[in-house]
């Protein structure tokens, strides 16, 4: 069997699941099994200042074997899987040499992988395709990205001759419940430039995402008993109710969006007669437009208002993240080398702006510009995830393209 699928098939078989309402960091304990097996991994490979601090993340420095000066790289995946879906003894199964038929898992017949709904499958055909056993997730998000770079090490680690400047590598708890990069020290990691290893389809290389502000409206209406309130009540949950019910319907929501299109979207409300709150969450690629977006929120309020003078409401703005093209647009060389990588490889490059936020997004700015890369994991967050081998195989060609061209530059 090859290293790389070896890799992969021991790291999904340890459960590494993170907890959303654990207060701990990292979220769970156990995801740092996985982090003692790599550090380990590394330091056999010669790998000397490989460790597992203190949070759960793992670093390691691979010194560089160009004598030109390089910009240091930094290579991330994360170690934790979804809540979404159980990794407790994952079973992973390898389909060799797939011929495109649906993939009906073992476990539990009912859980079929169809290229109805995976047409993917269909571009993969003669390929060797993992996927769990029916109980579980199979966890490629994102130990296909943790394989993939450990490859990598190991090829640069036992081939001298491959001119790189120095390579970071970085693996983080917590990605799944949002506080992946919490506790990273950029300075201590000490890299010039990052690529996370957590995109999907071959060739996909993704370095632009939402832009996301959280909303939250607070209404204080006038209590008073209901027996005795005619004149007086004005009731914070039917001033909630309208401002709801008021949200463009055909336009602006997430379940009518797509592609480039942002939302605004309530995701939570809370009260009683006497004051009542909804929460909203705010998204676009151009940040510009999350103004407009709220200003809209805000009319739709005002006018509501008028009708209840004696009522007040707050309108609180938080910023969430700011899309990675931002910082990027001041690095194009991060961008062309990926770019020039996928290609020398012979794959096409797929650029799609991500509907949501990367590890990436909150790194590049926290001084660490860095755009994702695909790994070939696909069906994330269930028990119908999968990766092909030779996606896998092939992202751990581009990345070592793309040490070198960094290296040439
Ligand atoms: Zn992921």
Redesign the pocket.
Same mark, same amino acid.
């Given at each position: 069997m090859n290293s790389l699928l070896h890799r992969f098939l021991d790291y999904v078989q340890i459960d590494t699941q993170s907890d959303p309402e654990s207060n701990s960091f990292p979220s769970t304990e156990k995801q740092k099994n996985l982090g003692k097996l790599l550090v380990q991994q590394l330091l056999d490979m010669g790998v000397a200042d490989a460790h597992l601090d203190g949070y759960g993340y793992v670093y390691a420095t691979i010194p560089a074997t160009s004598s030109r000066n390089v910009p240091v790289i930094c290579l991330c995946s994360?170690m934790d899987t979804a809540p979404d879906c159980s990794g407790e003894n994952v079973k992973p199964i390898v389909h060799y040499n797939y011929q495109g038929q649906d993939l009906i898992l073992p476990n539990d017949h009912s859980q079929v992988i169809t290229t109805e709904e995976h047409p993917y499958l269909l571009e993969k055909i003669g390929d060797d395709i993992v996927t769990a056993s029916g109980l579980t997730l199979l966890g490629a #998000? #994102?130990k296909a990205g943790i394989a993939i770079i450990m490859e990598v090490a190991a090829q640069l680690m036992q081939d001298q001759t491959i001119e790189h400047g120095g390579v970071k590598i970085l693996f983080t708890p917590d990605?799944e419940v949002g506080r992946g990069v919490e506790h990273v020290d950029v300075e201590k990691l000490g890299a010039d430039f990052g690529y996370t290893l #957590?995109g999907g389809e071959l060739g996909s290389f993704e370095h632009e995402t939402f832009s996301a502000n959280g909303v939250e409206i607070i209404v204080h209406g006038v209590i008073a008993h209901p027996g005795s309130a005619k004149g007086k009540m004005v009731n914070a949950i039917k001033i909630i109710g309208e401002f709801i019910a008021t949200l463009p319907k055909h336009e602006l929501a997430p379940e009518v969006t797509e592609g480039l299109e942002g939302f605004v979207h309530p995701t939570d409300i809370k009260g009683g007669a006497e004051k009542a709150s909804v929460k909203l969450i705010i998204r676009d690629f151009n940040t510009a437009q999350l103004d407009i977006y709220q200003s809209r929120l805000k009319d739709i309020m005002d006018k509501i208002m008028l009708n209840y003078p004696k009522a007040r409401y707050e309108f609180k703005v938080t910023e969430q993240y700011r899309s990675m093209g931002e910082v990027l647009q001041h690095y194009p060389a991060v961008i062309k080398h990926a770019i020039t990588a996928i290609e020398q490889e012979g794959i096409k490059p797929i650029s799609i702006p991500v509907r949501g936020g990367t590890d990436g997004s909150r790194l590049s700015f926290m001084g660490l510009p860095c755009p994702n890369l695909f790994t070939g994991e696909m069906a994330l967050h269930s028990k119908h995830e999968y990766v092909s081998v030779q996606d896998m195989e092939k992202s751990v060609r581009v990345v070592l393209r793309l040490l070198q061209n960094w290296a040439g530059e």
């Open positions: 994360h #998000d #994102d990605e #957590d």
